[in-house]
């Protein structure tokens, strides 16, 4: 059975750090991509940051050059490294896989609280 875990998510103030961490179990991590998104209160799940089976990486815009996403697969684990981070960035982050030959993400994690205070 596969399962997504992550963890890291916090309080954290305006202009801080936070490393978010996803620990794959189920399956075979270097043959999947992966992605981290986030659900802001009040509004619909949005596309945070993707890293390809390739290494290959895409952000959304509002966090390029804030948001660092990474993987290692000899650890099993993906990480989502936020700096200079807003209250804007306020959500719950979920970490989702997804095989590069399908166009929906199969497996999806139980979601991490990131809280940003101004």
């Known amino acids: 059975q596969v399962q997504l875990v992550e963890s890291g998510g916090r309080l954290v103030q305006a202009g801080g750090s936070l490393r978010l961490s996803c620990a794959p179990s189920?399956?075979?991590?270097?043959?999947?991509?992966m992605a981290w998104f986030r659900r802001a209160p009040g509004k619909e799940r949005e596309f945070v940051a993707l890293i390809s089976w390739l290494l290959n990486t895409n952000y959304t815009d509002s966090v390029k050059g804030r948001f660092t996403i990474s993987r290692d697969n000899a650890k099993t684990a993906v990480y989502l490294q936020m700096n200079s981070l807003k209250p804007e960035d306020t959500a719950v982050y979920y970490c989702?896989?997804?095989?590069?030959?399908?166009?929906?993400?199969?497996?999806w994690g139980q979601g991490t609280q990131v809280t940003v205070s101004s």
């Open positions: 989702a896989a997804k095989d590069p030959y399908q166009n929906e993400y199969s497996y």
């Open positions: 189920g399956l075979t991590l270097r043959s999947y991509s």
